[in-house]
């Protein structure tokens, strides 16, 4: 048995089609999705069962969603400088809930970069510096009970910025991160942040920036420093469905615009497993 989960960049705004805007891809998954006879699980429950703690029958026929890099256009409706204004990933799914009069289950979690220096200065380098990078929205996102906020590092090693958490400044690779210093950024510091904007909720999951981490990363910090870093398991993007076999280290993930780019292609995923 596998689960797919599946991983939308809320920033991904091209043109107004799907294949190019992840607002319009995500909402025609979910319907996809729906159509299927899939259901929507928060990823937290697929590591339950990954644990062993949730049963296979529990979770038999569903998937998980999760949105990287924490912009505010996972929050908030945004008026996109070419393509007017868009529906946020969240009042996306509170969109479809309510579609029917019917509650559909839905639920998204939400990987934030945590440094509020690093999103600051992407704001300018990465949008087009409207300040639409702040955490302000953590808390009330996670009080909606439809968003879960986890942790996507620190500064992202981000190739934009004048200085990152990586011994030599290396930058554009979340492999570089392989010490022992910087690790307790990018991940300890990272997740103790994040906490203190959610109350003392620190996050407990993890997406390596560009997909994926050095071997002292997977085998030696994360193991071996949980006391520390308080994560119990981090996703990659390779391309796959989570199953028991794999690390709880290295769990796969499904990115849209690079594993499927059509509702054909989402349904061909989820018929893979
Ligand atoms: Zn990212």
């Not at 909720?201 to 920036?209: E, N, R, S």
Request: hydrophobic share 40%.
């Amino acid at each position: 048995m596998k689960i797919p989960v599946l991983t939308y960049h809320g920033m991904n705004v091209m043109k107004n089609t799907y294949a190019e805007n992840d607002h319009l891809a995500l909402a025609s998954d979910l319907e996809t999705i729906r159509t299927l006879g899939f259901s929507i699980i928060p990823l937290s429950r697929v590591v339950d069962w990954h644990q062993g703690v949730v049963a296979d029958e529990q979770v038999s026929r569903t998937v998980a969603i999760t949105w990287d890099d924490g912009s505010w256009f996972d929050y908030y409706d945004l008026d996109h400088p070419s393509c007017g204004v868009q529906r946020s990933m969240i009042n996306i799914l509170r969109d479809f809930t309510s579609h029917d009069g019917s509650s559909r289950a839905v639920h998204a979690t939400s990987f934030v970069i945590s440094s509020p220096a690093a999103r600051n200065s992407l704001d300018q380098s990465c949008m087009i510096g409207k300040d639409w990078w702040g955490d302000q929205w953590w808390l009330d996102a996670v009080s909606s009970g439809l968003v879960d906020v986890e942790c996507h590092s620190w500064d992202h090693v981000h190739p934009e910025l004048d200085r990152v958490a990586q011994q030599n400044q290396d930058k554009g690779d979340f492999r570089a991160v392989n010490s022992f210093a910087d690790a307790d950024v990018q991940f300890r510091r990272a997740g103790d942040y994040i906490g203190q904007i959610l109350n003392g909720k620190k996050p407990t999951l993890f997406a390596y920036p560009y997909g994926s981490a050095s071997p002292y990363v997977v085998n030696e910090y994360l193991p071996k420093h949980q006391a520390e870093h308080g994560f119990r398991a981090a996703f990659t993007t390779r391309a796959s469905a989570v199953s028991k076999t794999d690390s709880v280290w290295l769990l796969p993930r499904y990115v849209f615009g690079h594993d499927w780019k059509s509702p054909q292609g989402l349904e061909e995923l989820l018929a893979r497993d």
